[in-house]
C-alpha cells in the first residue's frame, strides 16, 4: 500500500484554511491589542508621570521576553486556574497583551507629536477635554503613527506562527502536516513562505507609500 | 486555586538554566554581528544601482522582513535538509536570526546611508581616500551613529527570536534548557517564570551595554 501522494489540490486548499486561522488570529489579537494600546498609550501620554511610567515598565515586560515563553505561560495559567479556554483564546490574548504592549508606545509617540501649542489653542477654543482629545489629538496622531500601526500589524501576523507550539494548526503548522504526508519540506515550506509573503507585502508597501506620503508634509 | 507551587527543583536546576542563558546570549550576540556585517553588504548593494546587486539584496531584504522567523529557521533546518545539506538545529537556529537580523538591519542601514552628507563622501574622496577607504573609516561609523538606536532594538529582538530554536529540537540554550527540565517534572510554570525573568534580565543587560557602547564609541 503506498501512503505518500504528491502535493495536491486538497493540500493546497489545507494550506489556505491554516492561512484563515493565522488571519482570524491576527485580526482578534490586533484589536485586542489596538483596544488596549490605545487605552494604555493615553495613560500614558497624559497621566502623571508615576503611573505612565509604571504602567510603562510593565509592559516593557512583555516587549523583553519572548514570545514562545508568554504563550506557554499564559497557556500554564490557563490550566492552573482552570479556566479551561481553548487555545484560540489564549492564542489571541495572549499575542493581543503582547500586541498592546508594542502598540501602547505607538500611541504615546503620535500624541506626544501633537504640538503642545496645537492642543492649547483647542482648549482655548472652548473645547473640553474630551471633545479637543476626540477631535484634535487623536486624528492627528491616528495620521502620524498609522504606518507603525500596519507595522505592527504585520509583526503580529509573522509571530501567529509561534503558537503552533500550544497546539494551533496555523498555516506554518499545517504546513508542516501536509509535509508529512507528502514528503517534499522544500516545495510546501516555499508555497507556505509564498502565501506569508503574498499577506504580508503588499499591505508593507502601502505602510511604506503611506509612511512617505504623510512624513514629508 | 488549588496548584501546588514548587520551586525547589527550580532552584536546583538554575545553574542549568544559567548556562543555557550563556548560550542564549552567545547565540544572540553572533546573530547580531554576523547580521551587521551582512546588513551592510545588502545596504550597500541596495544603495549601489546595479540590478544584478540590488535585486538579491531586495529579495533578501523583503523574505526577511516578509514572512516569520520561525519560517526562515524552518526553511534552512527542513527546506535544507530535503536537499541533502543537514544543517543541526543550532546552525540553523543561528543561520536563521542573522538572516533576519541581516534583513531587518538592511533596511535600517539604507536611511543612515541616506542620513550620512554625500559631502563626506566627496571630501574623503579628494583627500586621496580609495572607496573602501572612505566607506570603512568616514561613511560606515557615520552611518552606524545615526541607526544605534534602531540597532538596540534590534539587538532585543535578537534574543527574543533566540528563544525560537526549542521547535526546531535546540536543547542547550535557555528556552531548550527549560523546555528539558519541563519534559521531566512537568513544573511548567516555575520553570517558564524563571525562564521569563533571565529573559528579561539579558534583554535589559543588552540593552543596557549598548548604552555604554554607545556613550563610549559615539561621543563627540
Known amino acids: ?217 | 486555586m488549588d496548584y501546588q507551587f514548587q520551586w525547589r527543583p527550580v532552584l536546583r536546576s538554575l545553574p542549568e538554566m544559567l548556562w543555557g542563558a550563556l548560550q542564549t546570549i552567545e547565540i544572540a550576540g553572533l546573530a547580531m554581528l554576523l547580521g551587521t556585517i551582512l546588513a551592510i553588504f545588502l545596504a550597500l548593494a541596495k544603495r549601489s544601482g546595479k540590478t544584478y546587486l540590488s535585486l538579491p539584496a531586495d529579495m533578501w531584504i523583503e523574505t526577511a522582513r516578509n514572512t516569520p522567523a520561525l519560517f526562515q529557521i524552518y526553511m534552512l533546518f527542513f527546506g535544507l535538509g530535503s536537499l541533502g545539506l543537514q544543517v543541526g538545529s543550532y546552525a540553523a537556529l543561528l543561520l536563521g536570526i542573522t538572516f533576519n537580523n541581516a534583513g531587518y538591519l538592511a533596511e535600517t542601514f539604507r536611511g543612515g546611508f541616506a542620513a550620512v552628507p554625500e559631502t563626506q563622501t566627496r571630501a574623503a574622496r579628494s583627500l586621496g581616500m580609495g572607496a573602501v577607504q572612505t566607506q570603512w573609516h568616514i561613511v560606515i561609523p557615520q552611518m552606524l551613529r545615526a541607526v544605534f538606536h534602531a540597532m538596540t532594538n534590534q539587538m532585543v529582538w535578537s534574543v527574543l527570536m533566540s528563544s525560537l530554536g526549542v521547535i526546531v529540537g535546540l536543547t542547550t540554550d535557555l528556552t531548550g534548557v527549560t523546555q528539558e527540565l519541563n519534559v521531566v517534572t512537568y513544573r511548567t510554570f516555575e520553570y517558564f517564570f524563571v525562564a521569563a525573568c533571565l529573559y528579561y534580565l539579558i534583554s535589559k543587560a543588552f540593552t543596557l551595554s549598548a548604552r555604554v557602547v554607545a556613550w563610549r564609541l559615539f561621543r563627540y
Not at chain 1, 1 to 9: L, Q, R
Not at chain 1, 119 to 142: D, F, K, N, V, Y
Not at chain 1, 162 to 184: A, N, P, Y
Open chain 1, 1 to 217: 500500500m503506498y501512503f505518500g501522494g504528491s502535493f495536491s489540490w486538497g493540500d493546497f486548499l489545507f494550506l489556505l484554511s491554516g492561512a484563515v486561522t493565522t488571519l482570524s488570529i491576527t485580526l482578534l489579537a490586533v484589536v485586542i491589542g489596538t483596544v488596549l494600546g490605545v487605552l494604555f498609550g493615553l495613560v500614558r501620554a497624559s497621566a502623571p508621570g508615576w503611573i505612565g511610567n509604571s504602567l510603562g515598565a510593565v509592559l516593557d515586560v512583555f516587549r523583553s521576553v519572548p514570545l514562545l515563553i508568554q504563550l506557554v505561560l499564559f497557556n500554564s495559567f490557563n490550566s492552573m486556574l482552570k479556566l479551561n479556554w481553548p487555545t484560540f483564546t489564549v492564542g489571541c490574548i495572549c499575542l493581543g497583551i503582547y500586541a498592546s504592549a508594542f502598540c501602547t508606545e505607538i500611541v504615546r509617540s503620535g500624541v506626544d507629536a501633537v504640538p503642545q501649542t496645537t492642543r492649547r489653542a483647542a482648549r482655548s477654543l472652548g473645547l473640553s477635554w474630551r471633545q479637543e482629545l476626540t477631535s484634535i489629538t487623536l486624528p492627528i496622531a491616528t495620521r502620524v503613527v498609522f504606518p507603525s500601526w500596519i507595522g505592527l500589524t504585520l509583526g503580529v501576523m509573522k509571530d501567529t506562527a509561534l503558537v503552533l507550539w500550544i497546539g494551533i494548526v496555523e498555516l506554518l503548522r499545517s504546513s508542516q502536516i501536509v509535509t508529512s504526508r507528502v514528503q517534499e519540506p522544500l516545495l510546501i515550506l516555499g508555497i507556505t513562505g509564498l502565501i506569508y509573503f503574498v499577506m504580508s507585502f503588499p499591505i508593507a508597501r502601502l505602510g511604506n507609500q503611506l509612511e512617505k506620503k504623510w512624513g514629508t508634509q
